[in-house]
């Protein structure tokens, strides 16, 4: 519908979900390199973030650019000092989610078991 919803976004936004097709013979589940037993559910939460733009108008090279956005060791210095409240507060949000999931797998199965 017109003038309804974001105009730019992408699914980053709010989630990502990625399945496994765990009958393919050429790849070990991820559930199961981690020690899950075959048959079990599993789910892995991975703390990232959605598609990020990136302006700059003055680098004119490949090494220009990579100077200006940071190295791995300057974003990880900006996650533990500016930015260190942001990604504590995310990083309780997903251990809530992942325990409420856990919650909810539990009750369903129990009420599946009745």
Same mark, same amino acid.
């Given at each position: 519908?017109?003038?309804?919803?974001?105009?730019?976004?992408?699914?980053?936004?709010?989630?990502?979900?990625?399945?496994?097709? @765990?009958?393919?013979? &050429?790849? @070990?589940?991820?559930?199961?390199?981690?020690?899950?037993?075959?048959?079990? *559910?599993?789910?892995?939460?991975? %703390?990232?973030?959605?598609? %990020?733009?990136?302006?700059?108008?003055? /680098?004119?090279?490949?090494? @220009?650019?990579?100077? *200006? #956005?940071? *190295?791995?060791? @300057?974003?990880?210095?900006? #996650?533990?000092?500016?930015?260190?409240?942001?990604?504590?507060? &995310? /990083?309780?949000?997903?251990?809530?989610?992942?325990?409420?999931?856990?919650?909810?797998?539990?009750? /369903? *199965?129990?009420?599946?078991?009745?």
């Amino acid at each position: 519908m017109p003038g309804r919803g974001a105009t730019l976004g992408g699914p980053g936004k709010y989630t990502f979900c990625f399945a496994e097709d @765990e009958t393919d013979p &050429t790849w @070990e589940p991820l559930a199961h390199a981690r020690g899950i037993a075959p048959g079990r *559910s599993a789910v892995t939460l991975f %703390q990232g973030d959605g598609i %990020q733009g990136f302006i700059d108008q003055r /680098s004119r090279t490949p090494e @220009e650019i990579t100077r *200006s #956005f940071g *190295s791995p060791a @300057e974003i990880g210095r900006l #996650f533990l000092t500016d930015h260190l409240l942001a990604f504590e507060i &995310t /990083s309780i949000v997903l251990l809530v989610a992942a325990v409420g999931g856990v919650v909810l797998g539990m009750k /369903s *199965s129990a009420e599946d078991d009745a």
